[in-house]
């Protein structure tokens, strides 16, 4: 111990704190007092250690008086905050220590125990619901911020306690507490605090969290307070109802409909920016939910930033038509970001209205306004928004815009072949001479496609041999919609494909077009491709065609047993319910692959067969514990006799313990299988 304690003596800092880490390895005697000292060292990284180790020994050295005493003194305060952080860290486990020694300390001292025990959870929550009326100010403060800290039904109801009476400064504790906890309290509970100039804001932030009806009314009144800091707070305080939904929010849904002029301006200055986040959104909800037509751009900016939560955009969608015209004045005078949100709402509204041919004219000027600048975020909103307005004169620029403006390509091609199908002709004529290469071409393959007829078939055939394998995806992924034996044999071609990506997509397609009882063959040529999952996918097509031309070809790729592709085959054959897939199952369950092992398996449970448990039995010897788990699982279900014997006996020699524990678990009853 003599070389801890010079150690702990030393001018040296860095000596002082190797020595306190070494306590818990030394575990010398008189260990309490030298971790004391470590706690009220005069370098704050001694402290720091101590505090590490304290917390870790503080109940098995029979700390806690000793860190009551540390927590009382009023000679080291680097002593006593250490000892409150050892505390901290203890928790509940340090409150018999500090409720013992309640009673005992000076009133002076009070205040620190008591916030000690705003760590150690409930036990002391009705000794400072107590303390919080205690005659020593300090001791009563303590008590209610450990009350907060706390939290809980009993803590609230405690708080609550001090709002209709005491002194001024823990009432304001009380109002802080409940707002930490987001407590539930009643217009009425709080109705004397909002007539009290001291308290009226911090009482109004709690209202957000209320679940009174009559909240709403109360914050949307107190927005037109002469203290800006007081209408701040109950704008903030609305869009927290909002948010939480309820009673309360319904009600300001419809009281928001009723808010004056000076209501409303004031509010649209919080819009406008400057304020923080939480004051803007709150500001444009209420607006919007009070239809101001003058909010819509600041409304149009938040939801190009993504800040407006789902409800606030329910309210903007709740407006129908009459929102329409708001939101293309609004756009004219937005940044690009901001204007094309606006587009987009008022594309929304719009269609969403019986009566969306009345803005017609409005939409499609503004839109095509949009499409012609050079801002991409605004042409993306505007390509989006023509889908349903675009006209024959638009088509050019819509090509256009597929071939140059990289994040509206997706946007521009599907607007193409939604204007196909109603002006075949001008779309056709828009994308004559266009290479269909490259992404650009891709996007614009499904408005060729859309456009019909041999001229599109020819089309889609040249893009099959585009340098771009994305173009030449996109041209198969475009042949089901012209549909007939050419499309399945142009999509029988894409099988030779270089590009895994292309030939996938082509069995896709040729099983999209089995549903028209066409692309048999080329399917069944499919299954032998070289690449596994081509030929797993076409296995699986086949499968759900039902297409029994396939049986032999699917059978020996069950036996030939690549990875991933027998498995697919065999459900392929179970589907189709072929004659030999018992057979076949039996094979299987010789395969090194456990994944065609643990079907095999599967199959064999959900069968009729008399002999399906000792054929599950095999799989026992397998050397993948996977599979020899999953045959545990599976024998467990069927609980024969013959099953259990085999398990038990399998038990004997299992060495895996992930194995072991199913074979248990199997032997206690039927259970489900993995």
């Not at 880490?21 to 470590?38: F, Q």
């Not at 109360?218 to 209408?231: K, R, Y």
């Amino acid at each position: 111990m003599k070389d801890l304690e010079a150690a702990l003596a030393s001018d040296d800092a860095e000596e002082r704190r190797q020595a306190t880490a070494a306590l818990v390895e030394r575990n010398p005697e008189g260990r309490t007092r030298l971790l004391v000292r470590a706690l009220g060292d005069v370098d704050w990284r001694v402290r720091k250690e101590g505090v590490r180790v304290a917390a870790e020994v503080g109940e098995a050295w029979g700390l806690l008086p000793e860190l009551v005493d540390a927590l009382c003194q009023g000679e080291n305060v680097g002593l006593r905050n250490a000892a409150l952080e050892v505390l901290e860290r203890l928790g509940p486990r340090s409150a018999n220590a500090l409720l013992v020694a309640l009673p005992r300390v000076p009133s002076a001292a009070r205040k620190f125990l008591v916030q000690a025990l705003g760590f150690a959870g409930g036990a002391g929550v009705d000794s400072l619901a107590q303390l919080s009326a205690d005659p020593d100010p300090n001791t009563a403060q303590a008590a209610l911020e450990a009350l907060a800290r706390i939290g809980g039904a009993r803590a609230e109801e405690a708080l609550r306690a001090h709002l209709s009476g005491g002194e001024p400064i823990q009432r304001l504790a009380a109002l802080e507490g409940l707002e930490r906890l987001e407590a539930n309290v009643s217009v009425e509970a709080l109705r004397p605090l909002l007539g009290d100039r001291l308290m009226r804001r911090m009482a109004l932030g709690l209202l957000g969290f209320s679940s009174d009806p009559d909240a709403g009314p109360v914050l949307l009144a107190a927005m037109q307070d002469t203290s800006t800091a007081t209408s701040a707070e109950a704008v903030r305080s609305v869009g927290r109802l909002l948010a939480r939904g309820g009673p309360a929010a319904a009600e300001v849904g419809e009281a928001a409909a009723g808010l004056g002029a000076d209501g409303r301006r004031a509010l649209r200055v919080l819009a406008a920016g400057g304020a923080s986040d939480d004051l803007r959104v709150g500001a444009v909800w209420i607006l919007m939910l009070a239809r101001d037509p003058e909010a819509a751009g600041e409304a149009a900016a938040l939801v190009s930033d993504d800040r407006l939560p789902p409800p606030a955009l329910e309210a903007i969608r709740a407006w129908g038509a009459d929102g329409v015209e708001a939101f293309l004045h609004a756009q004219e005078e937005l940044p690009p970001s901001a204007r094309g949100a606006a587009l987009e709402i008022a594309v929304d509204l719009a269609s969403e209205s019986e009566q969306e041919a009345r803005y017609a004219d409005g939409l499609r000027a503004a839109l095509r306004g949009a499409l012609a600048s050079q801002e991409p975020r605004l042409i993306v909103a505007a390509a989006r928004g023509l889908e349903r307005w675009a006209e024959a004169p638009d088509a050019p620029r819509l090509v256009e815009v597929a071939l140059h403006v990289e994040r509206a390509r997706g946007a521009a091609g599907r607007t193409l072949e939604a204007l196909a199908r109603r002006h075949p002709a001008a779309v056709a004529e828009a994308l004559e001479g266009v290479a269909l290469d490259g992404p650009g071409g891709a996007a614009l393959l499904p408005a060729v496609a859309a456009v019909g007829g041999e001229a599109a078939f020819d089309r889609l055939a040249q893009a099959l041999n585009a340098h771009d394998p994305g173009a030449r995806r996109a041209a198969l992924i475009a042949l089901p919609s012209l549909g007939g034996e050419r499309a399945a044999e142009l999509a029988g071609f894409a099988l030779a494909d270089e590009d895994i990506d292309v030939q996938a997509a082509a069995v896709r397609v040729l099983a999209q077009l089995g549903e028209d009882g066409l692309g048999g063959p080329q399917l069944r040529l499919a299954v032998r491709a070289s690449a596994e999952p081509v030929a797993a996918a076409a296995a699986r097509a086949l499968g759900r065609l039902a297409d029994r031309g396939a049986i032999p070809a699917l059978r020996e790729l069950v036996s030939e047993g690549r990875r991933g592709v027998a498995v697919a085959a065999l459900e392929a054959l179970r589907a189709m319910g072929d004659d030999a897939v018992d057979e076949l199952l039996v094979e299987a369950l010789g395969s090194a692959d456990s994944e065609l092992v643990k079907e095999a398996l599967r199959a064999i449970a959900q069968s009729d067969t008399p002999r399906r448990g000792a054929r599950i039995a095999l799989a026992l010897e397998h050397s993948a514990w996977d599979v020899r788990q999953l045959a545990a699982s599976l024998l467990g279900r069927l609980g024969g006799p013959e099953d259990r014997r085999a398990l038990e006996e399998r038990a004997e020699r299992e060495v895996d313990a992930g194995v072991q524990a199913a074979i248990e678990r199997a032997l206690q009853g039927p259970v489900e299988a993995d």
